[in-house]
């Protein structure tokens, strides 16, 4: 009988402190100012030094470029740029070493999938993630 009077008084207590859950769907959950989480990247400023994939500490990014066919440019132009996310852990490491910084972390982390095919990000993708660019960036 003492128990339950001691879960009752407890009870009571705790219904008129502040919630400390979120309705999460509904309500953006509140993130550190350092939050780090997908990539974003623009392709025209990538200059295809391949500085991102040596860094990677999992080799999670393929990156192929090709000569510029324009004969007056100098450089590679980008043909492909994949990120793995299956096993990219988010270091940050790809976007501090960039020097055209054409890739970038936003704010981003709901990339939740059915299947693990899906965590295969392509360039078009990666280009087209805008959701919460860090304000850095």
């Known amino acids: 009988m003492m128990g339950l009077a001691k879960g009752l008084k407890h009870?009571?207590?705790n219904m008129s402190k502040k919630k400390v859950s979120y309705n999460y769907p509904d309500e953006s959950i509140p993130l550190p100012e350092r939050f780090r989480g997908i990539q974003k990247f623009y392709p025209e400023k990538c200059i295809v030094c391949n500085q991102c994939?040596?860094?990677c500490p999992t080799d999670c990014i393929d990156l192929t470029g090709k000569k510029n066919p324009d004969p007056d440019k100098k450089g590679k132009i980008i043909e492909t740029y994949n990120i793995n996310f299956e096993i990219c852990i988010l270091c940050d490491l790809c976007t501090e070493v960039c020097p055209?910084?054409?890739i970038v972390m936003t704010n981003n982390f709901e990339l939740a999938e059915y299947s693990r095919d899906e965590l295969f990000k392509d360039l078009q993708w990666l280009d087209e993630n805008d959701t919460?660019?860090?304000k850095e960036n």
């Open 11 to 13: 009870t009571l207590q």
């Open 53 to 55: 994939v040596n860094v």
């Open 100 to 102: 055209t910084e054409a």
């Open 132 to 134: 919460n660019v860090r």
